[in-house]
T-cell receptor, first 119, second 114 residues
Framework: AQTVTQSQPEMSVQEAETVTLSCTYD???????LFWYKQPPSRQMILVIR??????QNATENRFSVNFQKAAKSFSLKISDSQLGDAAMYFC????????????????FGKGTKLSVIP | NAGVMQNPRHLVRRRGQEARLRCSPM?????VYWYRQLPEEGLKFMVY????????ESGMPKERFSAEFPKEGPSILRIQQVVRGDSAAYFC????????????FGNGTRLTVT
């Protein structure tokens, strides 16, 4: 079974600075997807960025980018020019790529990192 | 295009009562997923449904929990004889299907069992 570990329960960053959130995962599969979701106090789960494991290039979405290290099974999220609206819980998630029976469409989430942005 | 709609947003039930949580997927989405989030935890998969079919219920507790996604109307997650341990946020997500389809989540229903 796949597991996702986020080792930083809480992080803080000064407004306009850069912060990196860590995520490691364990899997025996070679093809899969990785995601970062943001959960603000409103509770909605918002997709921030996604990465296909077969792509070597790191995904980027505006101020958000990832450092995907497949061999190390590491998938960190970098937030540049942090804004007050970035304050939220951030969840790393894993999903299998191909249908292989029960569980293959499931997202496996880490426990989350609470990010605070200091004005 | 409205997003995934869940209601109610908050639900309070006494122990032993039934809880019904509703989810209307995004327009054009025929795949629905239910997840549960316990306090201080990430979301955990419960069940995956397509119209009138349960595809994967490997995350559902064996007793008291059931889910459906009828041909017409919203998907329903039903919890019978609720206990305090059922208190959690329940999230619904939908997708149009296909391996590359991202999930779109609703705002969740927070169930409190007193």
């Amino acid at each position: 079974a796949q597991t996702v570990t986020q080792s930083q329960p809480e992080m803080s960053v000064q407004e306009a600075e850069t912060v990196t959130l860590s995520c490691t995962y364990d899997t025996s599969e070679s093809d899969y997807y990785l995601f970062w979701y943001k959960q603000p106090p409103s509770r909605q789960m918002i997709l921030v960025i996604r990465q296909e494991a077969y792509k070597q290039q790191n995904a980027t979405e505006n101020r958000f980018s990832v450092n995907f290290q497949k061999a190390a099974k590491s998938f960190s999220l970098k937030i540049s020019d942090s804004q007050l609206g970035d304050a939220a819980m951030y969840f790393c998630a894993y999903r299998s790529s191909t249908y292989s029976g029960a569980g293959s469409y499931q997202l496996t989430f880490g426990k989350g990192t609470k990010l605070s942005v200091i004005p | 295009n409205a997003g995934v709609m869940q209601n109610p947003r908050h639900l309070v039930r006494r122990r032993g009562q039934e809880a019904r949580l509703r989810c209307s997927p995004m327009k054009g989405h025929s795949h629905v997923y239910w997840y549960r989030q316990l306090p201080e935890e990430g979301l955990k998969f419960m069940v995956y449904l397509q119209k009138e079919n349960i595809i994967d219920e490997s995350g559902m507790p064996k007793e008291r929990f059931s889910a459906e996604f009828p041909k017409e109307g919203p998907s329903i997650l039903r919890i019978q004889q609720v206990v305090r341990g059922d208190s959690a946020a329940y999230f619904c997500a939908s997708s149009p299907g296909g391996e590359n389809s991202p999930l779109h989540f609703g705002n969740g229903t927070r169930l409190t069992v007193t």
